[in-house]
């Protein structure tokens, strides 16, 4: 069975793709630069003797990555389950950016997971695999930066609904991981009002959980009690709120 | 500092201090995890690679300089079972790196003592293992090795570079570009070594035994610090013996020294903590005899050393370490035991190795013994004094000093030190014209 993971060149997917390979699973790793994935397939054979193949493909310019994917799949043993660990945020997401900035955030962040995910449900749906698609806690409540990211995380909410609406439990494992801070690029630099999780412990626990049910969790989980805070703090002091 | 265009830039500041604790300052730390965000700064922001930080002294930040922040370049990129070649990016650490190879069969026989120190910087020090006499420094391991330079992109390099790019790297203190990968030739591991202990009185002795055991897998002196015991101590030979059982080791990463070790907040190695010390290390080691020990926990003695590196304070230590020509060596040891008796310096820790290699460039290579003293950092003009007599002597019989552990050295130093310091540095300056290239450390001493 194969893996399809977007994103793995850095940071979380990158973490996942190892945390997958260690379990032996053969893998579809897909990123923009072909060099880094080639260093990341190369490392995972290495490390884990397992099949890795690779796909370069730029989400913010790609108007179809779900075709490219599912061509890349060709040849391979089925597909079991796809990541979707991808995201790309800016200082600047502040009401602030042009139209093309927008629709490049849109175009990785939201664009890309409708459409991959639309191109390999069928295939999914044979093997009765898991999607899974990556929130964010910036998604909770909207505020006056990240709109555009936390938008298009929001939105995938939406997506989740539609594919649990859609699909029997038996047929399709959906699950959606809101995510809290993470030590990657994202949030490198940046003073954050809790620390940030390491990527290897969130990954430990979405690779254990694959093919085990649908559902949408906070991970770390105490991420869930801080976006309940939030969505029920009166609108009166949270569009005071600055932090 | 513009660049925030590059998708994925990630920029912070941050203090960022050498493990000896005797440089901080507060620099950009640029974290590229993606092959395209080497370009991501503008072409002429100066800048230095950074792998874990774990070296002794600035190599790797200062205040003019972003630091690029290489950790997340640590894979391994191929292995050749077969002929013992590992392709493996610079940001690896060689603990980790040490681990993987290990119970494949195969290893690098020359590794510093901290696991956290990278590839990367293994090269750019040129550094040492346990027995450089028989098994060189890293350089001898280098095969090829990939370099990014802003403006002109990765090269690859091997040996036959008639450039002098791929010389200049090794040992070249980043000065050359930031190193992103290298190829290097491994080597089989004995399966256990035979630790065997060999006493000696002083410091001459040593350097007989020393050279009588050059062959060995380890080889290293500890010697007592104590004016008047001074020198006297033991040679650690360790040999390949495939028959010794070793003890059951705890090889996992959580045992790696960190590269930053919280200190205590008061110095122990006072007079009466360095008496204490040497006193119980003479009464564990002073004794002839031989242990078995697994590979593994030989190639980094400094993981069971962490309360001893935070014993030193918050001010920190400086390691002296400088390389005494064989037929030079017996005189210096004579004179420098007189100078200890004389000014009674706070000597945390002596140890010796044997040499018998070529210097090239800055790298401590060469032919003789070298002694690597840890002081603690001076708060008395005589502590200070001892820097300075220490070097003399080591000057006067030929020394040669080791700028990637020494944090007291200077230009001048150097320049007296090593005949063809200037030839060195105009050549690593021909490699960085604009000065592109630079560290705390590259800047105390001149280049």
Redesign the interface.
């Known amino acids: 069975m194969t893996v399809v993971v977007v994103g793995a060149?850095?940071?979380l997917g990158?973490t996942l793709a190892g945390e997958l390979a260690r379990r032996g699973h053969g893998l579809l790793l897909v990123a923009s630069?072909l060099?880094?994935l080639h260093?990341?397939a190369?490392?995972l054979q290495?490390?884990h003797d397992i099949t890795v193949s690779t796909l370069a493909l730029d989400l913010?310019g790609e108007p179809d990555p779900g075709a490219r994917i599912r061509a890349a799949l060709v040849g391979l043993p089925a597909l079991s389950a796809l990541l979707l660990p991808v995201g790309?945020s800016r200082?600047d997401d502040d009401f602030s950016l042009s139209a093309a900035r927008i629709g490049e955030l849109l175009a990785i962040n939201l664009h890309a997971p409708l459409a991959i995910v639309h191109a390999l449900l069928p295939d999914l749906r044979d093997s009765r695999g898991s999607v899974v698609l990556f929130g964010s806690i910036a998604s909770a409540r909207g505020r006056g930066r990240n709109v555009v990211y936390a938008s298009a995380k929001r939105a995938l909410d939406c997506l989740y609904e539609s594919l649990r609406q859609t699909h029997a439990p038996d047929a399709l494992h959906v699950q959606l991981y809101r995510l809290g801070f993470l030590a990657?690029?994202l949030t490198?630099?940046m003073k954050l009002p809790l620390a940030a999780s390491q990527p290897a412990d969130i990954a430990r626990v979405v690779v254990a959980r694959l093919g085990k049910g649908s559902f949408a969790h906070h991970l770390p989980r105490q991420y869930g009690l801080i976006a309940w805070l939030m969505r029920r703090l009166p609108w009166s002091l949270y569009r005071r709120w600055r932090g | 500092m513009s660049g925030t265009e590059v998708r994925g830039l990630a920029l912070a500041r941050a203090r960022l201090s050498s493990f000896d604790r005797q440089f901080s300052a507060e620099v950009g730390v640029q974290q590229p995890d993606r092959y395209r965000l080497l370009d991501a700064l503008p072409a002429d922001q100066a800048r230095i690679a950074r792998g874990s930080g774990a070296s002794y002294v600035a190599a790797s930040f200062g205040a003019q300089s972003v630091s690029i922040d290489m950790r997340s370049f640590n894979r391994l990129l191929a292995l050749d079972m077969r002929t013992g070649l590992l392709c493996v990016e610079a940001g690896a650490c060689i603990g980790d790196v040490q681990r993987f190879l290990l119970p494949l069969g195969w290893y690098l026989p020359i590794a510093p003592g901290h696991p956290r120190a990278t590839i990367g910087g293994c090269i750019a020090a040129d550094v040492h293992g346990k027995n450089p006499a028989r098994d060189g420094t890293f350089r001898s391991l280098l095969e090829e090795l990939q370099l990014h330079v802003p403006g002109h992109g990765l090269f690859n390099l091997d040996a036959r570079d008639s450039s002098g790019l791929f010389a200049a790297t090794c040992g070249g203190l980043g000065l050359s570009g930031t190193i992103t990968r290298a190829t290097l030739r491994l080597s089989r591991p004995p399966r256990a070594l035979a630790l065997r202990r060999v006493l000696v009185d002083d410091l001459a002795q040593a350097a007989r035994v020393l050279r009588e055991a050059a062959n060995a897998h380890v080889l290293y002196g500890w010697h007592d610090s104590r004016p008047e015991h001074f020198g006297r101590g033991v040679i650690h030979v360790g040999l390949s013996d495939d028959e010794a059982i070793a003890p059951a080791f705890d090889a996992s990463p959580r045992r790696d020294l960190p590269a930053h070790i919280a200190p205590w907040p008061l110095s122990v190695w006072n007079r009466g903590g360095i008496a204490l010390a040497n006193a119980w290390l003479s009464q564990r080691w002073r004794r002839p005899g031989i242990e078995a020990m697994a590979m593994a926990k030989a190639l980094f003695p400094l993981n069971d050393a962490r309360r001893y590196f935070a014993a030193f304070g918050r001010a920190g230590m400086v390691e002296l370490q400088w390389l005494i020509p064989h037929d030079q060596f017996e005189a210096f040891a004579a004179a420098l035991g007189e100078c200890v008796k004389r000014s009674r310096p706070r000597i945390a820790l002596i140890s010796s190795k044997i040499f018998d290699g070529l210097a090239h460039g800055l790298a401590f290579n060469g032919r003789g013994i070298s002694l690597a003293l840890h002081l603690p950092a001076p708060r008395e003009i005589p502590q200070y004094a001892f820097y300075e007599q220490f070097a003399e002597l080591a000057i006067a019989h030929g020394g040669r000093p080791n700028p990637i552990k020494d944090s007291t050295l200077d230009e001048a130093m150097l320049r007296r030190a090593i005949g063809p310091f200037d030839a060195i540095r105009a050549e690593l300056a021909r490699h960085n014209p604009e000065r592109l290239f630079g560290s705390e450390l590259t800047r105390r001493i001149g280049l």
């Open positions: 060149s850095s940071g990158r630069d060099r880094d260093a990341v190369a490392d290495v490390r913010a790309v200082g990657t690029n490198y630099g």
